[in-house]
């Protein structure tokens, strides 16, 4: 079928379910039986899979029932809402928990203790009381603000609406899952595809009377922002939200040790069908709450929890076509075109083949019958094929030796800390010359964790380059909006929505942009970094043309691979361009330093030894805590060099050398006024 044809039947199928969907839930008349229903979603769907020209607001795949037209208000999170890392065996349990008492400084023998919580599938909510009173329900949104569905979650029976215990804190956000029982859910398969839809559905309702009629439930498991809560750790915590009218999960148990989770996990998974909702693993949590406040959060998930997800599904398909896709680093991942296929209730048309040593280690063949997994969210992935239903005509598949974007050789870069070749090939192109690559930094630069342009998305990006719209990032800042209005499924509110909401990105911090930018090996936590060393996006520009760039290897985080990645970056002449127009469509807040008159104000600090009873990552915390800064070398701008039990005789050589103040743990301690 060709491209026209395509396009023209995916049209119809649209308008189709758009007419099936306004008598439904406007009407509330069926014109087609569920199976027929189901089906024309199924066929959109798979069409969208097979062909990335296919696009409409209107897919199964972007709303759930008949969607409301008008946006939630959104509203800022106090405390932002986190994600999880996921573990998916033993050895990842044993890792987190390693790198846990690493941080914590405590040998293996140190008890951890962890309240365990099966992982509800269903819609995260927070609820901020004040005074005993509920106030405001918000969503997860994008972590940082969320959409404010207060009318919403007000219908709920398991939310209470005032609290007149003694002990209930001042203000606090209680935050939990909302979800509905799979025993309600049977009364409503015919609305939604499954559970979790049909919560998030009825959550985004712009009419509450009609989420009233939805059985939505609710379970508290965490606080964001709080005051005058006094609480020491998990346990007692979710003893208090049962005291305060809140449900909890009945599963949850408080465990210590890897070995006792995982028989825990075992029960659990082995009995899942029997509970009446849908749980994807289990959250381990370190029980106590000083240890959790140590341990502090990474880039965007607490060091302190997991989601232990339960095993995956998997399924077998024919791989109908390998095809090489082309990140904004340059790397060439395979990727296998597979004959649609359900694995745990998602349709499945692609999966990842990793890179080329994968594909010859396997031997993967267009043609074979593979066996495909998909574990949790992580994406789905080839584990074998059958070599005994092979094509006896089946050959090899050759990798390609250049780029099939832009016709650039494609390399494997040598590791200098392997001392192998790197398994992934790339294009030797720099950034923007190559097609694919220029998309791929255009879809980074505006995503969540970079500018995060509402209504920017990953297929806008593509739709705005085939129409030379946008192709560098400082375009996206100087597009033609009245161009766009008249663009086919635009309109001049969709225009005026997407013009607003580009315009409120154009005031942005340091550390996002230089983010935003997609340099390799430079990501949110080394570009914060990077922010604290500018400070101002001048000087980050200025950089290019520094004699002394070797200097941001004193930054404690900072190597001499984020320095090459950042020398390459700047040695091209269409990035400086990039970075002298964003400069001028911009407004980059410089960095202020907080806390000046801490204890060790404009001091900076090495460490080297082992320490005794805390981490190097929790002394480095205490020191920027204070004011003070990390550093990695020992030069003439080091003021204090840390020693523990066996520490570096060269560093302190070269301490000496320059008449640089040693201290060992006791003293520094002192100086903060910390027992050791």
């Given amino acids: ?73 959104k509203l800022p999170h106090k405390v932002p809402m986190l994600s999880l890392s996921n573990a998916f065996d033993k050895e990842d349990l044993v890792n987190f928990e390693k790198r846990i008492l690493n941080f914590l400084s405590k040998d293996k023998n140190f008890n951890l203790s962890y309240s365990t919580e099966p992982k509800i599938d269903g819609i995260s909510a927070s609820l901020i009381y004040k005074n005993g009173k509920f106030k405001i329900g918000l969503s997860r949104g994008d972590g940082k603000e969320g959409e404010d569905i207060t009318a919403n979650l007000a219908t709920i029976e398991d939310i209470p609406k005032i609290i007149h215990a003694n002990d209930f804190p001042e203000e606090i956000d209680i935050r939990g899952e909302v979800f509905i029982q799979n025993s309600d859910f049977k009364n409503l398969k015919h609305k939604f595809a499954n559970p979790r839809n049909a919560a998030s559905g009825s959550l985004r309702q712009k009419n509450s009377d009609e989420t009233k009629k939805i059985p939505l439930k609710f379970i508290a498991y965490t606080f964001g922002y709080e005051k005058g809560l006094k609480i020491n750790n998990q346990v007692e915590f979710l003893q208090k939200l049962n005291d305060w009218g809140f449900k909890t999960n009945p599963h949850n148990k408080l465990i210590t040790g890897v070995n006792n989770l995982l028989i825990n996990y075992s029960k659990i998974e082995k009995n899942r069908t029997k509970i009446d909702f849908d749980i994807d693993g289990i959250v381990y949590k370190i029980n106590d709450y000083e240890l959790q406040k140590r341990l502090g959060n990474v880039a965007n998930a607490p060091r302190w929890a997991i989601a232990h997800k339960f095993s995956s599904n998997k399924a077998i398909s024919e791989i109908l076509n390998i095809e090489i896709q082309i990140g904004r680093t340059g790397a060439l991942t395979p990727v296998a075109k597979i004959k649609p296929v359900n694995i745990g209730g998602v349709i499945v048309s692609n999966a990842t083949l990793h890179n080329e040593d994968e594909i010859d280690r396997k031997d993967i063949r267009i ?23 092979r094509d006896k005509k089946s050959t090899k598949f050759i990798f390609p030796k250049n780029c099939p974007s832009c016709g650039s050789k494609t390399i494997k870069e040598f590791n200098n800390v392997t001392k192998k070749e790197d398994a992934v090939r790339r294009c030797a192109s720099e950034g923007y010359e190559c097609e694919k690559i220029a998309i791929e930094k255009l879809k980074h630069f505006v995503s969540k964790e970079a500018f995060n342009i509402d209504g920017f998305g990953k297929k806008i990006v593509e739709n705005f380059w085939k129409l030379d719209l946008v192709k560098f990032p400082q375009d996206i800042f100087k597009l033609d909006f009245e161009k766009i209005a008249k663009l086919e499924g635009w309109g001049r509110q969709s225009m005026e929505n997407l013009k607003y909401s580009i315009n409120q990105k154009k005031n942005i911090s340091l550390d996002k942009l230089i983010y935003s930018l997609g340099i390799r090996h430079i990501g949110l936590e080394n570009a914060k970094i990077l922010s604290k060393y500018f400070k101002s996006f001048s000087k980050f520009i200025s950089f290019s043309k520094s004699t002394n760039q070797d200097d941001i290897l004193d930054i404690d985080g900072i190597g001499e691979t984020q320095l090459k990645s950042v020398r390459n970056f700047f040695d091209n002449k269409v990035n400086l361009n990039i ?34 009873g805390i981490s190097r990552a929790e002394i480095k915390s205490l020191i920027e805590e204070n004011s003070g800064t990390s550093v990695s070398t020992v030069t003439k701008k080091l003021n204090y060099l840390i020693i523990g039990d066996k520490p570096t005789k060269k560093k302190i050589d070269k301490a000496k050398e320059l008449q640089i103040t040693i201290l060992n743990q006791n003293e520094f301690l002192k100086i903060l006024n910390i027992a050791s």
């Avoid at 400069?583 to 001091?603: A, F, P």
């Fill in 1 to 73: 079928m060709n491209k026209k044809k395509l396009l023209s039947d995916y049209i119809k199928k649209i308008k189709l379910l758009i007419e099936y969907n306004k008598s439904y839930y406007d009407a509330n008349k069926s014109l087609v039986t569920d199976k027929e229903y189901d089906e024309l979603k199924k066929d959109i769907l798979i069409l969208e899979s097979n062909h990335s020209f296919l696009d409409s607001k209107n897919s199964p795949s972007k709303t759930v029932g008949f969607k409301p037209s008008k946006n939630f208000q």
């Fill in 579 to 612: 970075l002298n127009e964003l400069q001028k469509n911009l407004y980059v807040k410089d960095v202020i330093t907080k806390d000046k008159k801490g204890i060790l104000s404009n001091k900076t600090f090495m460490v080297t030894g082992k320490l005794n």
């Fill in 367 to 389: 043609g074979d019958l593979a066996t495909i997994e998909r574990a949790g969210d992580v994406i789905p992935h080839i584990l074998s094929v059958d070599k005994t239903k």
